[in-house]
């Protein structure tokens, strides 16, 4: 009688799910930093701890890129003038030239004619054939110059850009700097979450790996049918060194900060 309950107890042991606890985190977790340096002009202090669909939250000087983007667009304009004009100029230059030449190649074999005559014939030929390859040379300059040009505005409009930061649909947890502030690259601004899902962290144990990805996720008793595993470690943790992490994501959220009860079942 004895042995039958050990061998009763020893089969129905793995039918109980190992529990588990866990706190109930936004889907997502964002630390920004700056891209530039500078100062910061404005900082919405006012939206920390709110919900920020679409807006602007810290801005950092951009006047002195403001003023260089104008200056260079009008340059655009001006080089581009300059190409149009000197396009059109070319293909001139290049009829000229070989009008001359051929003139001078005339000249040259008929034995009638003076060297006097040969020679401004050849003399306007090459000044002809050095006005069409400078500005050729002027051609190329230009278009090199619009090349340079347009990379700078568009390095210049890419900083601009950096100097904005906007949140879209994040909740802002903090601002990390104010107006006045001086901040560098690299350096934390925004602490932000995605809160259109929440996020479940459970370490288990490793016969709790076998089948996990078949195993019902059950949330204080409660199958909830909106909660996926979202990624499991093979690899046993750094910190609980006998343990796997497993992260569970849920939509709708749950409500955060939470302590719930979580338990994978096979059902």
Known sequence: ????YVLLLI???PLFAQLHYARVEPINRYIIKSDVSGKVVYSAKELEGKFVKNKIVIKID?????????DAKEALAFERENLQLIKDIVPQLKESYDRQEAYFQRLSSVSSSSQAQKDNAYLAMVNAKNQYISAK???????????????NIALLQKT?????ISLHNRYLYTLLVKEG????????????DDINGSRLTIYVDRD??????????????????????????RVSDLKFISKYRVEITIKPPL???KLVKVELKDD
């Open 137 to 151: 040379e002027k051609l190329l300059i230009t278009k090199e110059k619009i090349s340079q040009l347009n990379k």
């Open 62 to 70: 951009d006047s002195d890129e403001r003023i260089k983007l104008v």
């Open 11 to 13: 089969v129905t042991i």
């Open 181 to 192: 502030n001086f901040v560098s690259m690299g350096q934390e601004l925004i602490r932000a």
């Open 1 to 4: 009688m004895l042995l039958r």
């Open 160 to 164: 601009i850009s950096r100097k904005s």
């Open 255 to 257: 409500p955060f900060s």
């Open 208 to 233: 709790e790996l076998d089948g996990i990805g078949k195993k019902k996720i059950y949330i204080d008793d409660k199958l909830n049918q909106n909660a996926k595993l979202d990624k499991v470690w």
